[in-house]
């Protein structure tokens, strides 16, 4: 064993899987077995593995400048291209872009810029921030902070307090609404929870809430129909920005760019990685109204800097290889596509559905999960994530690459580029690890009689 300390993962059970190589939506370990991944590596290999035009775009970009910072008033064409397609693409007026390396340093800075912003316009005590149970927005102090997931807080002593960061319930209708309670309802409560939130915070102490579009992490929760129309409300009533996480989402996975066109998002903020290089290079982006970038342009100038960057923020062969990805995604059609294989895709998951495991299947384009129950009838879940981790070594041992995640869900996510008959094979190798999961549980006698 090597002396890593591994991320994400159960550090007494390590080094368990060693991938050397990858090809298309193949990856291969160190004796030469093949895996479709089916989670595109972590939500972010929409192209799959050796591109060709990637890779000689990355070895271009090195041969003429491989690296050059950004600070204090230098900068580099690749930088600057990526930041204008990327304002020209989002939806968000006269945008403005900070380059990063991961989706936590661009929710980190994020939660910077909002203090930065309020702060030089005189509402220094407009700085909490409203996030969701089940979500996941990163590791870093801020990011791990604003995400709703336990097993992410467990020992870190976090500072949510001292950040400002306040909790409201998740979108998921399926695990949390109550006896009896429609999808209308539900939406209903979760925008009066919402409300008196801010109501008893105070509106003028709360400057965003976030959402992803689809949570991931938290198990690929869909939300019903009407659900942002209903949360958008409540922020435009007391005047709270919508910050939208589409490190997941973004660049087609839900079928569309962005998570928000999917899903009728109308954000001011979001913040953007994963499959904006689709992972061939650390890559990430705030993105915030022009009116906030204007706002700090002054007061830096008072003190002499704008005091926050990193060293690899803007890198010239991350931001190069990025716009070469966009530029595929664009001309290929890959989000159209997506939207179109999307369809077979959910269609074949939906199969499924009658699983005596299966509690529910969810998902939209590119993005799906299961999640697996005890007792089918009353969606009664598992006492622990075990089960759902046992089918997801049993879909590895079937050459299949799935995700157990936020309880016993089985996450899907396969790069874009996978073919009708690569997702038959994704779904035959996953009805064979249920089956195995099945004989499994009723063997252990876990399944509600």
């Given at each position: 064993m090597t002396h890593m300390i591994y991320p994400t993962t159960n550090l007494a059970a390590v080094e368990q899987l060693v991938i050397e190589r990858g090809e298309g939506v193949y990856v291969y370990d160190n004796r030469g077995k093949r895996y479709l991944e089916g989670m595109s590596g972590l939500w972010c290999t929409a192209l799959g593995y050796g591109n060709e035009e990637v890779i000689e775009t990355a070895e271009r970009q090195m041969r003429t400048l491989a690296y050059s910072h950004l600070f204090g008033g230098k900068t580099h064409p690749a930088a600057m291209q990526l930041a204008d397609e990327l304002a020209e693409m989002v939806p968000?007026?006269?945008?403005?872009?900070?380059?990063?390396?991961s989706g936590s340093d661009a929710n980190d800075t994020q939660v910077k810029l909002l203090r930065y912003y309020f702060n030089v316009i005189g509402k220094p005590e407009k700085h909490k921030i409203i996030a969701r149970e089940r979500a996941y927005h990163g590791v870093t102090v801020a990011a791990a902070s604003l995400t709703g997931l336990p097993p992410n807080h467990a020992h870190f002593?976090?500072?949510?307090?001292?950040?400002?960061?306040?909790?409201?319930?998740?979108?998921?209708?399926?695990?949390?609404?109550?006896?009896?309670?429609?999808e209308a309802e539900f939406v209903s409560r979760r925008a009066q929870e919402l409300e008196a939130l801010i109501l008893a915070e105070g509106p003028d102490t709360i400057a965003a809430f976030l959402a992803e579009p689809i949570s991931g992490a938290g198990g690929v929760i869909v939300p019903p129909a009407g659900y942002y129309?209903?949360?958008?409300?409540?922020?435009?009533?007391?005047?709270?920005?919508?910050?939208?996480?589409?490190?997941?989402?973004?660049?087609?996975?839900?079928?569309?760019?962005?998570?928000?066109?999917?899903?009728?998002?109308?954000?001011?903020?979001?913040?953007?990685?994963?499959?904006?290089?689709?992972?061939?290079?650390?890559?990430?982006?705030?993105?915030?109204?022009?009116?906030?970038?204007?706002?700090?342009?002054?007061?830096?100038?008072?003190?002499?800097?704008?005091g926050h960057g990193y060293t690899y923020g803007g890198h010239p062969v991350a931001c190069a290889v990025a716009s070469k990805v966009l530029e595929i995604y664009r001309r290929d059609r890959l989000f159209e596509r997506a939207a179109e294989l999307g369809e077979y895709f959910q269609a074949r998951l939906r199969e499924f559905a009658d699983h005596p495991l299966v509690g529910q299947v969810r998902g939209m384009g590119m993005i799906a999960a299961l999640e697996l129950v005890a007792d089918k009838a009353s969606g009664q879940p598992f006492g622990d994530n075990a089960v759902g981790g046992y089918c997801a070594r049993r879909a590895q041992e079937h050459g299949l690459i799935v995700r157990a995640m936020g309880g016993n869900n089985i996450a899907l996510c396969p790069p874009l580029v996978i073919t009708r008959e690569q997702v038959d094979e994704l779904v035959d190798s996953l009805g064979r690890a249920l089956d195995d999961t099945l004989a499994y549980v009723s063997a252990e006698g876990l399944l509600v009689a």
């Open positions: 968000i007026d006269n945008a403005s872009v900070f380059l990063g390396n002593s976090l500072p949510f307090e001292a950040l400002g960061v306040l909790r409201t319930g998740s979108a998921h209708y399926y695990r949390d609404a109550q006896p009896g309670e429609s129309a209903a949360i958008q409300a409540v922020l435009d009533k007391y005047d709270i920005l919508f910050w939208d996480d589409e490190v997941i989402c973004g660049f087609g996975r839900t079928g569309a760019d962005f998570g928000a066109t999917s899903l009728n998002m109308r954000p001011q903020m979001m913040s953007l990685a994963k499959a904006l290089s689709s992972a061939y290079l650390p890559v990430s982006a705030a993105v915030v109204p022009g009116y906030m970038h204007e706002a700090m342009i002054q007061p830096s100038a008072e003190v002499g800097i704008f």
